[in-house]
């Protein structure tokens, strides 16, 4: 049976919601400094679809804590919605999505979904709302009333970002959310992702370890060195709107690898 495409939602120029000039992070540790970041500049534009991608220990995690607030830098600026991180946090103008989907486990999925709904002080019809829009988005309806073990680590893994959707914030920070799923599963997510990210128009920023997942993601991906992490490549994908999971075995496709596998080389030449 053929991939179902998926379109893309159209970016709007100009429009930069997460903004990073010169940033540097240093973490004082009992052995000496570590120097997680260094000099990145980098602007994400709206309703773009983002990914970072290094080797383990390069700062691309790093780099999304800055922007959720929750690392601090030591040098640079950055900003988010053109206020400070924690201003946006504030704000709540992002949901984060973890590694691990962090579901209470003596809550339902609506339970945990609907957290911080009830947090924020939503009025009880309005989380019911919201907790079956979310639901429906991320094809988990019906599960509501299941507990989290009841679920299999991909619906878990949906259900964290229903979660992280359910107060519609316009910007989605994705910290490898699918990494420890196999490969069967997490090309279905992949698929649902693109999906949901072309039904919602987010500002996606993306965490991965995978070339394939990179690519197939992304309308920009940003190729980082090790520490001190740094941006070494900046790619622009010119792949088209519709992205059938078999668009992977296209040379344009194998091409934008390539170069993600030549960027990741030359930060590794550079140490």
Same mark, same amino acid.
């Given at each position: +049976?053929?991939?179902?495409?998926?379109? +893309?939602?159209?970016?709007?120029?100009?429009?930069?919601?997460?903004?990073?000039?010169?940033?540097?992070?240093?973490?004082?540790?009992?052995? $000496?400094?570590?120097?997680? @970041?260094?000099?990145?500049?980098?602007?994400?534009?709206?309703?773009?679809?983002?990914?970072?991608?290094? !080797?383990?220990?390069?700062?691309?995690?790093?780099?999304?804590?800055?922007?959720?607030?929750?690392?601090?830098?030591?040098?640079?600026?950055?900003?988010?919605?053109?206020?400070?991180?924690?201003?946006?946090?504030?704000?709540?103008?992002? $949901?984060?999505?973890?590694?691990?989907?962090?579901?209470? !486990?003596?809550?339902?999925? $609506?339970?945990?979904?609907?957290?911080?709904?009830?947090?924020?002080?939503?009025?009880?019809?309005?989380?019911?709302?919201?907790?079956?829009?979310?639901?429906? @988005?991320?094809?988990?309806?019906?599960?509501?009333?299941?507990?989290?073990?009841? @679920?299999?680590?991909?619906?878990?893994?949906?259900?964290?970002?229903?979660?992280?959707?359910? =107060?519609?914030? &316009?910007?989605?920070? +994705?910290?490898? !959310? =699918?990494?420890?799923?196999?490969?069967?599963?997490?090309?279905?997510?992949?698929?649902?992702?693109?999906?949901?990210?072309?039904?919602?128009?987010?500002?996606?920023?993306?965490?991965?370890?995978?070339?394939?997942?990179?690519?197939?993601?992304?309308?920009?991906?940003?190729?980082?060195?090790?520490?001190?992490?740094?941006?070494?490549?900046?790619?622009?994908?010119?792949? !088209?709107? &519709? %992205?059938?999971?078999?668009?992977?075995?296209?040379?344009?496709?194998?091409?934008?690898?390539? %170069?993600?596998?030549?960027?990741?080389?030359?930060?590794?030449?550079?140490?």
């Amino acid at each position: +049976m053929q991939d179902a495409a998926v379109q +893309m939602p159209e970016t709007v120029p100009g429009q930069s919601v997460i903004s990073a000039h010169h940033l540097d992070l240093t973490f004082e540790t009992n052995d $000496g400094p570590v120097h997680a @970041l260094k000099d990145v500049s980098l602007d994400v534009a709206k309703g773009e679809f983002v990914s970072f991608i290094g !080797p383990s220990g390069c700062g691309k995690t790093t780099f999304l804590r800055c922007m959720a607030d929750l690392e601090h830098p030591t040098g640079g600026e950055i900003t988010v919605n053109g206020v400070s991180p924690e201003e946006a946090r504030k704000a709540r103008a992002y $949901g984060y999505v973890f590694q691990a989907a962090g579901l209470y !486990p003596w809550r339902t999925i $609506g339970g945990n979904v609907r957290l911080p709904l009830e947090i924020m002080s939503y009025s009880k019809a309005e989380q019911v709302e919201r907790v079956a829009r979310v639901l429906e @988005l991320v094809e988990l309806t019906g599960f509501e009333n299941k507990f989290p073990w009841q @679920l299999s680590g991909g619906m878990q893994q949906r259900a964290s970002i229903a979660r992280a959707l359910a =107060f519609d914030a &316009d910007i989605l920070l +994705m910290d490898e !959310p =699918f990494g420890a799923l196999d490969e069967i599963v997490r090309d279905h997510l992949n698929e649902q992702l693109l999906k949901l990210w072309a039904r919602t128009q987010k500002t996606i920023a993306f965490v991965t370890h995978s070339i394939p997942e990179a690519v197939y993601l992304s309308t920009k991906i940003v190729v980082m060195s090790p520490r001190p992490g740094r941006i070494t490549d900046v790619i622009d994908s010119p792949l !088209p709107p &519709d %992205r059938p999971l078999d668009i992977r075995d296209t040379p344009e496709f194998l091409e934008v690898a390539h %170069r993600v596998r030549e960027g990741l080389r030359a930060g590794h030449s550079d140490e």
